[in-house]
């Protein structure tokens, strides 16, 4: 099962998205007595949008299975550390309507799981990519991740091999 931290680590990896964090790390009960919705804040680069652009695609309702997730945008009165303008974009969704805390649990692992999926899958569609112009260069987590799978089945082909010699 996806952690909200791996989505966490895959929206900061994003071109153009930077100064990410979620609520996420409170107890289902802590979130639905003090927010009522579950939420990754960031911002975006004025001059570099495709994060935000990407991200929006992944739970976007005629291509995913997120329909009560959406993002908003909230702003600030302060400039941001790079010069930009105060506006934070949230991911959020809303979980008024779900008294049991198990449940609501299970929704959010679910979902989680789902936007992950989304945003892996959309990084290999090939044909999306070069269409928008994006350059799989830029995403950080895409990369760490493959370089990690890569790392674990040479591990695995070595241990396998290692074994067939020692039986033999």
């Known amino acids: 099962m996806i952690k909200y931290e791996q989505v966490l680590k895959f929206i900061e990896g994003l071109p153009g998205i930077y100064s990410v964090s ?3 790390h409170n107890s289902i009960k802590y979130l639905k ?6 939420f990754f804040i960031f911002n975006v680069e004025e001059k570099n949008m495709e994060g935000l652009f990407y991200l929006s695609r992944c739970i976007c309702n005629r291509y995913s299975s997120l329909k009560d997730w959406n993002i908003t945008i909230d702003i600030g009165d302060k400039i941001n550390s790079n010069g930009d303008r105060p506006i934070h974009y949230i991911l959020g969704r809303n979980i008024n309507n779900y008294n049991d805390y198990n449940i609501l649990s299970i929704l959010l692992n679910k979902e989680l799981n789902n936007l992950y999926i989304n945003l892996s899958d959309l990084y290999y569609n090939k044909n999306f990519m070069n269409y928008y112009n994006m350059n799989s260069d830029k995403y950080k987590e895409i990369k760490e991740v493959e370089f990690n799978r890569r790392l674990k089945l040479d591990s695995l082909l070595n241990d396998q091999q290692n074994e ?3 039986t033999s």
């Open 22 to 24: 979620t609520n996420l």
């Open 164 to 166: 067939k010699d020692a």
């Open 33 to 38: 007595t003090n927010h009522n919705q579950v």
